[in-house]
Each structure stands twice: as C-alpha cells, then as structure tokens.
C-alpha cells in the first residue's frame, strides 16, 4: 500500500504529522510517498483562506500547536514571522527524487519546527540543503515540478495542508493519522 | 475539574463528539457541561464560512464522517436536507437545565444522525422532545439564553463546533478529546 503525503514545510501541521510518518509506516506497513506542494498557491486555486485570515483561528493556532507537540513529545518553535515564504525550499523539494525529497523535507521540518532555524532565507537554506540543493531550485524544472503538484493537488480535492491520499481517498490534517492506520488495517 | 461542551445538534462532528463525552467523562473523571449554541449566528458575528461554503470542503465532508464514525463504531445517516435549520431545537435545550439538556441532546443527537429523524420539523422534534419543550423554545427566555450561549461562545473566542474548553483553553473539534484528555491526565 502507498500513502501520498502533500506538505508544505511553512505548515506546522504538516510539521507535526511529518514527525509521525516512520511511525505510521512501521505499525502499517505502508510506504509513505512525501509530495511538496505549495500552500498559498492551493489556496489561491480553490478560494480557501489561510487559517490566520480569521482571528479567531489566528489566536487558536498556536495553543493547539503547542498541545499536538505535548501529546506526540516534540518540540515546536514558533517562527517570528509567520507565514514565511516557502517557495524556494518547496522548489528545492520538488525537484528532488523521492527518496532524497522525504530526506530533505524531514531536515527542513527539523530545522524550521523543532530548531527555529529559518529555512527562507539563502544562507540558512544552504547550510540546510547545500548549495546544489539550492541552486536546484531556481530551474524551471523545480518551478514546474512544484506547480504540477500543487495543481494536481488542487484537481484531486486538497484544500489544506498536510493532505494524504490512498488512491482517491483524501485524508485532510495531522489529525487523520489513526484514521488513515485503522483504514488501512481493516483491508479498506 | 470541568469541561464545557459547546455544541449545534445541526453539527455532525457535534455528534461525533457528543457520543465520546460519557467516555471522556470517565476515563478523566471530568465532568462535561453541555452549552448549546447557535453555530449559524456564531458563523455570522466572527465571520466564518461554513465547511459547505468551499466545495473542495463539501465534497470531503461526508467522506471525512462516514471514517470517524466507523473509527468510532458509531451510525451515522446523512440528511436529506443540510445545513438544516437547528434554532428550534437549540432554544429548546437553551431553555432546559444542565441534566435536562445532556439528555434532550442525546436524544436529538441518537435521532437526527444514528436513526436519521429531522430535528427541524414540529411533530419530529415533539416526538422527540415532548411538547412541553417545544413549547419552552417559543419563549423569550429560550432565544435570550441560546443567544447569549452563542455570544459568550464568540467572546471565549470560539470559531466552529464542537469547542470545548477547560477555564479559558480553548479546543476545537471532535478530533481534539485525545487532546483534551491527555493535559488532564498530566494535571494541566
């Protein structure tokens, strides 16, 4: 069985089930095929709104964050500014296999969430990634790349991240994980 | 300690979650405070959109549901109508006392999602509720105290249904008893 994960690394949900993916995988048996999408422009294509649009969810946000980190033991460092753009670490990601995009996007999950280490900005990015990594990024073809995710993305029903699929089957938020393992553990 | 439930009978994550509350309650020895709400004037005065408004969200919806309540071993019957009109039906439990109003809630809840009775119509809801408390939503009291349920709601910084709160934490969502039972448990 095959799980399709669609993150952005700006997103802290995506953050918090990132850290539950291995896990997820060794009870399951399922491999987990990590997809960078890009957030802002999902929600641009379908007409959602960032969580931090509405005041009410802006002030929830980071109580919530801060229990989901508690309850699953790990750490969570709020960024000073906050969204950040992601676009070029997400182009980096894009234009990675899959095996070193699941590497890479674990390192910037870490480094961003768990550390507060920046991850839009060169310098950070570089130390993080290394410089091909980087110059990777700046291709047409890990703008594309990125762009054809997020689209399909779009065409498949996401409106949020972290999104997973089985098959057509979407699964939104870090909230879904043992609804997505009592599914796959009943045969559905 | 206390835990307050502010729930629509309109809201099938509302349902999903009421049908945890017993479990919550013993399992922490908690006690759970229903408030009925309104979530159509709650969506009104914050600004919210409900989840029907974007249609990626619509289409997840039922989806979404029909896994949490197998996850949950629960029935669940979607209506023929919906977003129904639940103002009746929240002025009647507005109008009730705390013991009064977790049973007349169980009791719509078990009607309207498990056995799939409308709960917006006068001789479905009497049959569920008795005549005398659909008499008691008619009344001023009824609306005045459903109204400031709601506007306290918003106040405390609510956004949806169900929240929950414990003092001044907020928590939204079915998804969220895990949570809420987790910071009690360690004597948060």
């Known amino acids: 069985m095959q799980i399709e994960f669609f993150f952005d690394t700006v997103s802290p949900y995506s953050y918090v089930a990132a850290s539950q993916v291995p896990a997820l995988e060794r009870r399951t048996g399922a491999t987990v095929r990590w997809r960078p999408f890009f957030l802002g422009g999902l ?40 969204p950040f753009n992601s676009l070029t670490a997400q182009r980096a990601l894009a234009a990675m296999d899959d095996d070193a995009c699941r590497a890479a996007a674990q390192q910037l999950f870490q480094a961003r969430w768990a550390e507060g280490r920046p991850i839009d900005e060169e310098q950070s990015l570089t130390g993080i990634l290394g410089s091909e990594a980087l110059a990777g990024a700046g291709t047409a073809g890990a703008r594309d790349a990125l762009k054809a995710n997020t689209e399909e993305a779009a065409e498949r029903g996401a409106f949020g991240a972290p999104t997973f699929f089985i098959g057509d089957a979407l699964f939104f ?4 994980l043992h609804i997505i393992e009592a599914e796959l553990l009943a045969g559905r």
């Open 43 to 82: 929600f641009k294509t379908i007409g959602n709104r960032a969580p931090l649009e509405l005041p009410a969810k802006a002030r929830y946000l980071w109580h919530d964050l801060e229990r989901l980190a508690r309850f699953h033991g790990i750490a969570l460092r709020k960024p000073d500014n906050f």
């Open 173 to 176: 938020g870090c909230d879904r």
